[in-house]
Structure formats: C-alpha cells, structure tokens
C-alpha cells in the first residue's frame, strides 16, 4: 500500500487493549476521553500500559452523518 505524501506509519503493540466504540460527531471525544482517563480508568481492576492511545474510525464524515460517525478509541491497558 502507497502512504501518502505527509503521512507517516507506526507499528502497533500487540498486548490488551480496552476499546471504547462511539457513535456521534468527534466534538465528543475530548469528553469522552475525559470520562475514560477519570471516571473509568482509576475505578476499573486495570492499569494504563506505557504505549500509545490510538483510534480508528470505520466511518468519515464524507461517508455517514455526523450522528452517525463511529469511532474506535484503543486503550492499552494491563492487570493491576
């Protein structure tokens, strides 16, 4: 696959990753986040592993409605 001009590709860690799926407009995320990292994340019997936060998004907004826009978030996490 050709990657295009100004984009770049990193290899992901294989491991345990908690996937929170959200439907709606990205506006979201930042709270969403938010709820993750303080709400979830202290209470929960797991721990953040030291790797990199990622997202994937099944779906653009030059393909679906705002509303109805998914989006993946990967937390790499480990037992406590």
């Excluded at 345990?16 to 303080?38: A, D, W």
């Excluded at 990199?52 to 790499?76: G, H, Q, R, V």
Aim: hydrophobic fraction near 30%; charged fraction near 20%; aromatic fraction near 16%.
């Amino acid at each position: 696959m050709e990657i295009p001009k100004g984009f770049g590709t990193f290899d992901i860690q294989p491991g345990l990753y908690s996937v929170f799926t959200i439907k709606g407009s990205y506006n979201e995320l930042n709270q969403i986040y938010r709820h993750i990292y303080l709400d979830w994340l202290p209470y929960c019997k797991y721990r953040l592993k030291s790797q990199m936060t990622f997202e994937i998004y099944p779906s653009t907004p030059d393909k679906a409605n705002t509303n109805n826009l998914i989006t993946e978030i990967y937390i790499p996490i480990e037992a406590k």
